[in-house]
């Protein structure tokens, strides 16, 4: 009962008033059970993940609208519709937590309404699902305006995209280079009861047969492996630092890439990690203290530079650019609601001006890395094409052999491989 009402809660912040699941889901989860905290995160992120479908369900059910003090309501009909259609939770026990939910939300009156509207879509299942499935948008539960960007620019497997972006993601591990090999570490999770498979491009990569806490990880308290997608790996992959190599990460938090850097180039003169979120810049110490790596970690805007870098200019920097995160939807199933048509130009913008001010800061001669974790052609290909035509002293350096200047980056897709959506592009500074 607990865990349904936090989790109505929980919906009804991240829908109507504009709030992450990543800033909300821990003060949830310290509400409730230990043992019920991975539940609360299912029922939260399937609910988010299917929020279009659920709520289209729900509206051909009710009378009128829930509105005002009444929209958590309308959240937990959504989650205890998300139990019927998704999760193996008995029927009965999925109806009975949720009606009694009702209770810790104050609103008893509600119980019958919301016992008779579950019951219909038990009774109802196939003609309520078939009513909306006949809108793709609502079939795969995407934004109109999403859904449009995407169409146009994947004409052939945008539908492919969305689906993968309602997938259950992977668990992604990253072997420390300076403890082990891949396939010696995969040896140790396989004497540990744990299966992986190594990645095809993500030298590091293992994708375990199913998630697991990380304590289940030979060694992961001293720093032997970390969790991150192979998509990420390949960041400082294809940075290739060398040593004693002045290198930035820009925007560097929560440090997955800074660390991953710096085991793979334990030479480099010195590492400057760089963020504008304080809080954030935390786990960049965290994570390079759990591994017994040392950088400079500074608090700072990438768009100026001249704030806080006062040194030489740099040999290589990593730019993991804001972006829309439209290549991370499944493991942030609220990206596709909290995020607007019109933050795109202006995420656009904002990336253009970095890239100009750190590019001042980059020695003739140097690399400079953009990455983001988006599949929008606006924050990509067209921003390097234009950053290109704009630059005189840039040089394009391909990453493949159909990364050119007219269709400049290596554009990876949700899903493929198993893999998040990333986006790269490598460009040197002409001496």
């Not at 810790?104 to 008779?116: I, Q, T």
């Not at 995420?347 to 690399?367: E, F, K, N, S, T």
């Amino acid at each position: 009962m607990k865990t349904r009402a936090a989790a109505a809660q929980l919906l009804h912040q991240v829908i109507n008033q504009g709030q992450s699941v990543s800033t909300l889901l821990p003060r949830f989860q310290q509400e409730v059970a230990a043992r019920d905290r991975a539940l609360l995160q299912e029922l939260c992120f399937g609910s988010l993940r299917w929020y279009s479908r659920l709520d289209a369900i729900a509206k051909q059910l009710l009378d009128k609208p829930l509105k005002g003090k009444y929209q958590p309501v309308h959240a937990l009909l959504l989650v205890g519709i998300y139990q019927l259609l998704y999760t193996r939770i008995p029927a009965h026990a999925a109806l009975a937590e949720t009606v009694n939910a009702c209770k810790l939300l104050k609103a008893e009156p509600f119980k019958g309404m919301v016992n008779g509207v579950l019951r219909n879509v038990q009774r109802r299942q196939d003609k309520l699902i078939a009513r909306v499935d006949a809108l793709p948008q609502l079939r795969l539960a995407h934004p109109n305006w999403l859904v449009k960007r995407l169409q146009q620019a994947y004409p052939e497997r945008w539908e492919q995209i969305l689906a993968a972006n309602n997938q259950h993601p992977p668990m992604w591990i990253r072997v420390n280079a300076r403890h082990h090999d891949r396939s010696h570490y995969q040896t140790l999770l396989r004497q540990a009861g744990l299966e992986a498979e190594p990645d095809a491009l993500a030298e590091a990569a293992l994708r375990l047969a199913r998630p697991v806490d990380v304590t289940s990880l030979p060694g992961f308290e001293l720093g032997h492996c970390s969790v991150q997608d192979a998509a990420a790996q390949m960041a400082a992959q294809l940075l290739e630092a060398a040593p004693g190599e002045l290198v930035l990460d820009a925007c560097a938090a929560p440090g997955g890439k800074t660390a991953h850097i710096l085991e793979r180039q334990p030479g480099l003169g010195q590492l400057v990690a760089v963020d504008l979120d304080a809080e954030r810049l935390q786990r960049v110490r965290q994570n390079l203290e759990r591994i017994d790596l040392a950088a400079t970690v500074l608090q700072g805007d990438a768009a100026r530079p001249e704030d806080w870098c006062q040194g030489p200019d740099f040999d290589r920097i990593l730019l993991d650019a804001p972006c829309s995160a439209t290549g991370v939807i499944r493991r942030h199933p609220d990206i596709k609601w909290l995020r607007r048509p019109e933050d795109i130009p202006q995420l656009a913008a904002l990336q253009g001006r970095i890239l100009d001010a750190l590019w001042a800061r980059l020695r003739p001669g140097g690399v400079l890395l953009y990455a983001t974790c988006s599949i929008l052609p606006d924050e990509n290909g067209e921003q390097i094409r234009a950053f290109l035509q704009r630059t005189p002293d840039a040089r394009h350096l391909p990453l493949h052999e159909h990364d050119t200047p007219d269709q400049p980056g290596w554009q990876l897709l949700p899903g493929d491989a198993g893999r998040d959506g990333f986006y790269y592009a490598k460009l040197g500074k002409r001496a």
